[in-house]
C-alpha cells in the first residue's frame, strides 16, 4: 500500500452540518494518493451517497467504543 498516514479528521461531538461540511472541505485538498480517516459518533449514511456520487470510495469500521471510522479515499 503506498499511500502514507491518513489525515485525521475527529468531528464527535460536532453538531450536524457541521461534520459533513467539514469532511467535504477536507476532501477538497484531497491529493490523489492520500486517504482521510473520519472519526464520528454515529453513522454518517447522507455522507456514503455524496461520497459515491463524486469518485470516491470508502471503508467503515465500527468501534466497540461507539465510534465510527470512516476511511476515504479518491476511487481510480
Same mark, same amino acid.
Given at each position: 500500500?503506498?499511500? =502514507?498516514?491518513?489525515?485525521?479528521?475527529?468531528? @464527535?461531538?460536532?453538531?450536524?452540518?457541521?461534520?459533513?461540511? @467539514?469532511?467535504? =472541505?477536507?476532501?477538497?485538498?484531497? =491529493?490523489? &494518493?492520500?486517504?482521510?480517516?473520519?472519526?464520528?459518533?454515529?453513522?454518517?449514511?447522507?455522507?456514503?451517497?455524496?461520497?459515491?456520487?463524486?469518485?470516491? &470510495?470508502?471503508?467503515?469500521?465500527?468501534?466497540?467504543? =461507539?465510534?465510527?471510522?470512516?476511511?476515504?479515499?479518491?476511487?481510480?
Amino acid at each position: 500500500n503506498a499511500m =502514507g498516514t491518513p489525515i485525521m479528521l475527529d468531528v @464527535r461531538c460536532l453538531e450536524p452540518p457541521e461534520p459533513m461540511e @467539514r469532511v467535504l =472541505g477536507a476532501l477538497s485538498t484531497l =491529493g490523489p &494518493d492520500e486517504q482521510l480517516l473520519m472519526i464520528i459518533d454515529r453513522q454518517p449514511r447522507p455522507l456514503y451517497r455524496i461520497l459515491q456520487n463524486n469518485g470516491y &470510495d470508502y471503508r467503515e469500521t465500527f468501534k466497540p467504543e =461507539g465510534i465510527f471510522e470512516i476511511l476515504i479515499w479518491q476511487a481510480r
